[in-house]
């Protein structure tokens, strides 16, 4: 295309994207994981074959969830060792919401210095009705923040479809958002939030830096589908999702989740991490 043939459209295009693109091209690419509960079955019969298997298939991270917490000490320094051995990390751990309240929150940091995360994250919490509900939890993130913060560890929240459902006219995310502390980390599960009828990618523009890890979860309206379509079968606009979280999210990993699929477990997390991989190439080209 010479010069002349660059119109004024295009040129705002590109250069709007060079950010992303100039990111994309560096030597750091954003880190993709599993969210193991996407391996559960399997995770219970055979904890350390199963992260064999996944870091195998070419995860570079992975994110444990809840019942990580009743492992002894040597249980989880013996799969710490095995993370090192086979060069996988443990950025985060996905968290019941009373881990990170008084009477566990020790525990929990402990177990989550041993597998070397940065993030305790608690998952969706709403045992109270109503916006004071939300503030509850809001203050409760905070506590925890300041209980985990001198160890190095960061307090996390992974939302569900709840967070993004309208209450009184006020999106419950919206109340941890402008709650909480900005170390804060707003996970954000994508399938969750297009179920609820959010757009993913303007969220994530609002909230700019704390979008530091997303569940890449797909989701279809088509009936009988729902969360087990496998990632690029749903409705998700990922090139939107992934410019917007590496331009102004903040993303430092990102995390695939499948809750089942028309394939075994192990199955679909292969088959999931493949088409992630060609669909960000595609991104990124």
Not at 58 to 75: I, K, M, N, R, V
Not at 234 to 246: D, H, L, P, S, T
Request: net charge neutral; proline share 5%; hydrophobic share 35%.
């Amino acid at each position: 295309m010479t010069p002349k043939a660059y119109s004024r459209r295009s040129f705002l295009a590109f250069t709007a994207m060079l950010p992303f693109a100039l990111r994309a091209q560096g030597a750091a690419q954003i880190p993709v994981g599993l969210e193991l509960y996407s391996v559960r079955n399997a995770l219970k019969q055979d904890p350390t074959g199963t992260v064999r298997a996944v870091a195998a298939m070419g995860y570079q991270c992975l994110e444990f969830y809840a019942p990580y917490f009743d492992w002894t000490e040597s249980q989880t320094k013996d799969m710490r060792k095995l993370l090192d051995d086979l060069g996988i990390h443990c950025y985060s751990t996905h968290n019941d919401s009373s881990y990170l309240g008084p009477e566990k929150i020790s525990r929990a940091r402990d177990l989550n210095l041993i597998l070397g995360c940065k993030y305790v994250v608690m998952a969706s919490s709403h045992e109270k009705s109503g916006l004071d509900g939300w503030k509850t939890v809001a203050d409760s993130l905070n506590s925890a923040a300041e209980k985990l913060e001198p160890s190095g560890l960061r307090a996390g929240y992974h939302n569900h479809q709840a967070e993004f459902t309208p209450e009184g006219g006020i999106r419950p995310i919206e109340i941890l958002a402008k709650n909480t502390k900005p170390s804060v980390m707003l996970q954000l599960d994508v399938g969750t939030c297009i179920e609820a009828g959010s757009d993913p990618v303007a969220w994530i523009r609002a909230n700019p830096g704390r979008i530091r890890s997303l569940h890449l979860k797909e989701w279809s309206p088509e009936k009988d589908k729902g969360y087990s379509v496998l990632f690029g079968e749903g409705v998700a606009n990922w090139k939107g999702i992934f410019e917007a979280a590496e331009s102004v999210g903040g993303v430092e990993y990102y995390l695939i989740e499948q809750e089942g699929s028309r394939f075994s477990e192990l199955e679909t997390a292969k088959k999931c991490l493949d088409a992630f991989r060609t669909t960000y190439h595609l991104i990124r080209s």
